[in-house]
């Protein structure tokens, strides 16, 4: 597609039980990082994946969090026993090879609201 | 920790200039500033980057103080469909996005 796509655009979910977010990057990105952003704060950086090498875990809040990424597609991050603090939209960016941030273009996000 | 500085919110007329400053008094050398913005229920959108010297394209021009310690991203033109976060970054080339975002500084472009 033209843009990282997300899904879905909306969650809302029971304390106790788990999540699963989906991204899908731009075909080509060889990079997908994660990031959350708390109401009125700014982006939190979660993880990143860069091709076949091992993902930067370094990031994740808790062992509750986890993402995979299967070569250089879609991507999923999940939150395990989810807490009303994990509340948050949930953006997913995708790049070329490189670390120059213009290269970023992210997602609308995944807002999850936990009750 | 951010390693930048950034007022919390400012006002802009329509069709003026919006000049938004950023501190980043312990910039390393080889850290470049970024700047991307936030419009409401989007996620985050590149704006313009730099090195040391001022940079400008079609949305914006960046200037960078000769010590690097600070700059100004100029919107020359406002409009409301610029009314968004905007945030300052700095980061050096090989931190493959390992950078945390400070709260920005909220623009509302009034007519």
């Known amino acids: 597609g033209a843009g990282v796509s997300q899904s879905p655009s909306n969650k809302v979910t029971e304390k106790g039980k788990d999540v699963e977010l989906r991204c899908d990057p731009i075909s080509g990105h060889t990079a997908l990082y994660w990031y959350r952003q708390r109401l009125g704060q700014g982006l939190e950086f979660l993880i990143y994946?860069?091709?076949?090498?091992?993902?930067?875990k370094s990031g994740l809040p808790s062992d509750r969090f986890s993402a995979e990424r299967t070569g250089e597609s879609v991507s999923t991050l999940t939150i395990q026993r989810t807490q009303q603090e994990d509340s948050a939209v949930y953006l997913c960016?995708?790049?070329?090879?490189?670390?120059?941030?213009?290269?970023?273009?992210f997602g609308s996000g995944t807002r999850l609201t936990v009750v | 920790d951010a390693k930048t500085t950034q007022p919390p919110s400012m006002d802009c007329a329509e069709g003026r200039a919006a000049n938004l400053p950023c501190n980043h008094s312990?910039?390393?050398?080889?850290?470049?500033v970024y700047w991307y913005r936030q419009i409401h229920s989007q996620g985050p959108q590149y704006i313009i980057h730099?090195?040391?010297n001022n940079e400008t394209n079609e949305m914006a021009s960046l200037i960078i103080t000769e010590d690097r310690k600070s700059s100004t991203l100029i919107l020359p033109h406002a409009t409301l469909r610029d009314t968004a976060v905007y945030y300052c970054i700095v980061n050096s080339d090989d931190s493959w996005g390992k950078f945390q975002f400070g709260a920005g500084t909220q623009v509302v472009v009034t007519p």
């Open positions: 730099g090195l040391k």
């Open positions: 312990t910039i390393s050398g080889n850290e470049y």
């Open positions: 960016a995708s790049s070329w090879t490189g670390g120059v941030l213009y290269g970023y273009t």
């Open positions: 994946f860069q091709g076949n090498s091992a993902p930067d």
